[in-house]
């Protein structure tokens, strides 16, 4: 299939906003409990309502995209979020911004099973790997300037500063709520990403037997592999200490540091991203040169470590180690995925189904986290990442996948790579 670039670049957008919708709700936490009175166990609901909708709509996504056509489920999903995000920008309370997450969670897990495969085709598939890594390239890049724009927002609108924007927000929220104003960002950004695909013609994607999402004999076959469990676990434990130190770093550092969740926070969780982007281009390079299974248990291993630090040293190391953090998480998603891949021989379309269901962790972990903390504080409730990243480690030590990844072994099979391309 010939290579589709302005689908290439679409996705590469839809990559983007899916990154800012998600990934904003960890500034935004702080702001939520105190405009809405929240006790941390209760905000433990917000990232919950939010990443459970994977878990219910990432397999039916699979079955949609079949029925359907890959445009009909990309336009739904922007319609469905943009519908929940005027509603809870106008009626702004804490009950409809739980329903907000969750519709909005929905939409995100429509598109996410959409385009991944639409990229391998349009994109084609020689180019698949480059085009990935170029993908997490532009979700990165969102997630590290959605902070900003937080900042921006919060400390620009009834501020007494001009412009037409700023005025107009003025008009929209409430002194006490200028965080709501993102909310209006989100609907007018789903608007133009509805008009935008409305525009654009797609190509007809012809999913191979073993690509397509199967309910039937293979998903239950998959069920019965223990393997398959083991590695749905990796990405559930992923996702829960992804969103678990995104979603409470600002709050943590506001409890036992006193940094302002608008200005420091913020900061801390744009580097977060930022070095999550900056890893996985590392990681290219070292899973080129080392096993993958290696490249786990040293990044594994540095998450544990830095992780630490933030949790038990001073603000001062607690604002390098929380971004550095995520910089080690980096590799994880990927490598954990792969390894789960290439560790059954069949039925990939459907194990993909399954292990994307994972990213309900990032519902379940930052939930846990919070109730806890109800019980001991924010400080040690967090330590229960050590037990999911800990679980990531031995993922790297038991693995023995059917395909290793494919690894340089001498300089000059790198120079016959460089001529070959």
Not at 283 to 289: H, P, S, T
Request: charged share 10%; net charge neutral.
């Amino acid at each position: 299939m010939k290579s589709n670039t302005v689908i290439v670049a679409l996705i590469f957008l839809i990559f983007s906003v899916i990154s800012f919708l998600t990934n904003i709700l960890g500034p935004l936490v702080p702001d939520i409990i105190d405009s809405f009175d929240l006790s941390i166990g209760i905000a433990g609901f917000l990232p919950f309502s939010f990443f459970v909708a994977y878990g219910i709509m990432s397999i039916p996504s699979g079955i949609l995209m079949e029925r359907y056509s890959e445009k009909a489920v990309l336009i739904a999903g922007f319609v469905l979020a943009f519908v929940a995000a005027l509603v809870f920008a106008i009626f702004t309370t804490f009950q409809i911004a739980l329903l907000s997450l969750f519709s909005i969670g929905i939409g995100m897990a429509m598109l996410q099973v959409v385009i991944n495969p639409l990229l391998r085709h349009t994109g084609g598939e020689k180019h698949f790997a480059f085009n990935s890594v170029l993908a997490n390239f532009f979700f990165g890049a969102a997630s590290f300037l959605s902070p900003l724009l937080y900042s921006y927002m919060v400390g620009k609108i009834h501020s007494g500063e001009s412009g037409a924007m700023i005025l107009l927000f003025n008009q929209l929220v409430s002194p006490e709520l200028k965080w709501v104003s993102l909310y209006w960002v989100f609907a007018v950004t789903c608007l133009l990403m509805i008009f935008i695909l409305g525009f654009i013609k797609f190509p007809h994607v012809e999913l191979t037997a073993d690509e397509r999402m199967d309910t039937g004999s293979s998903f239950s076959e998959l069920l019965r592999n223990r393997k398959v469990w083991l590695y749905f676990l990796g990405i559930f434990a992923y996702v829960g200490t992804e969103q678990g130190v995104a979603n409470w770093m600002s709050k943590f550092l506001q409890l036992y540091h006193s940094v302002d969740p608008a200005t420091g926070g913020a900061t801390a969780i744009s580097y977060f991203w930022g070095l999550i982007t900056l890893g996985c281009f590392i990681g290219l390079f070292l899973l080129k040169l080392f096993d993958s299974r290696s490249v786990l248990v040293v990044f594994a291993s540095g998450a544990i470590i830095t992780l630490s630090l933030a949790l038990l040293g001073n603000v001062a190391i607690a604002l390098v180690t929380f971004p550095l953090t995520g910089f080690f998480l980096s590799i994880m998603w990927s490598v954990v995925f792969s390894l789960g891949m290439n560790s059954v021989p069949r039925h990939h379309g459907t194990f993909s189904g399954i292990l994307c269901t994972g990213i309900v962790g990032g519902a379940v972990v930052p939930l846990i986290i919070g109730g806890i903390a109800e019980l001991t504080g924010l400080k040690f409730a967090m330590m229960i990442m050590f037990i999911t990243l800990g679980y990531i480690l031995y993922i790297g030590l038991w693995a023995r996948p059917i395909i290793n990844n494919s690894v340089i072994k001498s300089w000059s099979e790198l120079f016959r790579m460089k001529v070959q391309q």
